[in-house]
């Protein structure tokens, strides 16, 4: 969150795309720099519910955009696999998986996000967290990844997704945690990464 904080702080984004936003625990202390517009997406009601919430009683709900919406390669209606006795909703999924307990499902609507925005020549910070369906997600953003200057905060191991975009001009970058200090290393050491194509 710091180092996505110091972005904000030290460059001009045009905008912070927050895919898989859950409450806004990450979104929420960005948009209280006031210095880029969120744009939230998050399918899960209980979720949405809670963002849109958390930014209205932070006074910050009409200076951001809130879509109650899955994104993905395609456009129409999916089922999200949630666990309603698990502590943090937020694992919820679009892929059903054993680790989801006493999964309950809830349909949802699924856009693509060249299909919702035209950016171009735009700076963009991306987060995308969306519990291994990050490979829709990006086939679904292929024209705003290329046409736009990006930083993109995933979590994922899939590392074939992270060479598909290195191919297309990120670098990309780890989290290396030592002594409380963020350093970046071109090596692996854990889900978290940070690419960029500028």
């Known amino acids: 969150m710091k180092y996505l904080i110091d972005q904000v702080e030290d460059d001009k984004f045009d905008y912070y795309i927050d895919i898989g936003a859950n409450t806004g625990t990450l979104s929420l202390p960005i948009a209280k720099t006031k210095k880029t517009k969120i744009i939230s997406f998050e399918p899960l009601t209980y979720n949405f519910n809670r963002l849109v919430n958390n930014y209205k009683i932070n006074n910050l709900y009409n200076d951001n955009i809130f879509h109650k919406l899955a994104l993905s390669n395609t456009r129409g209606e999916k089922e999200i696999y949630y666990s309603e006795s698990s502590e943090n909703i937020g694992t919820s999924s679009l892929i059903e998986s054993k680790e989801i307990k006493d999964d309950q499902i809830e349909k949802i609507n699924s856009e693509t996000l060249d299909s919702l925005y035209d950016f171009k020549n735009k700076k963009i910070i991306m987060k995308i967290d969306v519990e291994e369906y990050e490979n829709f ?35 990309r970058y780890f989290f290396k945690h030592r002594e409380n200090i963020v350093e970046f290393t071109n090596e692996s050491t854990g889900k978290d990464v940070i690419l960029k194509n500028f």
């Open 137 to 171: 997600v990006i086939k679904g953003s292929l024209d705003i990844l290329k046409n736009n200057k990006i930083l993109i905060y995933i979590e994922t191991d899939d590392l074939n997704l992270l060479d598909q975009l290195m191919k297309i001009g990120y670098k």
